[in-house]
């Protein structure tokens, strides 16, 4: 049963959203899990949800958009009271999300944001995927302090916002700094398993010896470059230094042995300012801001990375 028109049919004084909030369905259309920062949002989508005693009927896309436009219509179909999508890519939702417009369903977007009209959704909650990427490369050029260095770069899946964002970002990072040039640059679809092999094809076309870095867009391309790296021979944050973006618990773990150098923090916790704009909104109609921004946070090895991993590694990455 759709909540909100409901409730506006009724012509009724709203009800505060604690009062109704075990009583809403919300769909959940999940790009997969590819990552381990994938799988945590997943389990901590799941804890909010539960937590607020919502019925959260989840669909894992398997990295595929129309699976996840079936979701949605689904979804539409089974009448939820609000929508929660991580679109894989940023084009080609205009149309599935004119119907959940015109169901009266909210939409919010996870972590990623659409080439839409921000008419036909609620709010976006994400990071600032370009000033993450900005970051990482402010990180690097201080820490090449104008020596010069050959950068590689593992790109995320083609299309999608975070890999046209981050290497935007990353790009401007560098920009001011003189001799940091990137010599490599191709897709390792944010898979630990492809960032190796697209790292193993990096070593063997410039040799590891000329590559002085690598920046990736997700940390489990960089854990798998790592693992490429040391079947060259060569030792992952000393020959070849390495900054991604994330902050899984691998990666900190990685930080720990000295084997990365850096990685900037996108929480997975995206549904609880998620699901309290929508309590807002379905408690008296208060649209939220168009985009919630989530905070990030540079660690490197003057960081306890040891202790961030044992905090994190329960949290089902």
């Known amino acids: 049963m759709n909540v909100k028109a409901t409730l506006l049919a009724s012509a009724i004084t709203l009800a505060p959203f604690a009062a109704m909030a075990a009583d809403l369905t919300i769909g959940f259309s999940q790009i997969g899990s590819e990552s381990g920062w994938r799988a945590a949002e997943t389990t901590v989508t799941k804890q909010e949800a539960e937590k607020r005693g919502i019925d959260l009927k ?190 899984v618990p691998d990666a900190h773990l990685a930080i720990a042995n000295g084997e990365m150098n850096a990685t900037i923090e996108l929480t997975p916790n995206m549904a609880g300012p998620a699901l309290d704009a929508l309590e807002a909104y379905l408690a008296d109609g208060t649209a939220p801001e168009k985009w919630i921004q989530t905070e990030s946070k540079l660690y490197t090895a003057a960081d306890d990375n040891q202790a961030v991993y044992e905090e994190k590694k329960g949290l089902g990455y």
């Open 58 to 247: 989840f669909a894992d896309a398997q990295q595929k958009q129309e699976n996840q436009i079936k979701a949605i219509r689904s979804f539409i179909a089974q009448g939820v009271d609000a929508i929660l999508l991580a679109p894989v890519v940023a084009t080609g939702w205009d149309e599935v999300l004119e119907e959940a417009a015109d169901a009266e369903i909210p939409v919010v977007l996870l972590d990623r944001t659409v080439d839409a009209s921000d008419d036909l959704y609620l709010t976006a909650v994400t990071s600032d995927l370009v000033h993450e990427g900005r970051v990482a490369g402010q990180w690097l050029a201080d820490e090449m302090a104008g020596e010069p260095c050959r950068i590689v770069e593992l790109q995320g899946t083609t299309g999608s916002s975070p890999a046209i964002d981050r290497k935007k970002g990353f790009e401007e990072g560098i920009a001011g700094a003189e001799g940091l040039e990137i010599v490599r640059s191709q897709t390792g679809d944010f898979t630990r398993s492809q960032g190796k092999v697209v790292m193993e094809s990096f070593l063997k076309a410039e040799g590891g010896e000329n590559i002085c870095a690598l920046y990736a867009h997700n940390d489990d391309m960089a854990v798998g470059a790592i693992q490429a790296i040391k079947e060259a021979g060569l030792n992952p944050g000393t020959d070849i230094k390495i900054v991604a973006i994330d902050a």
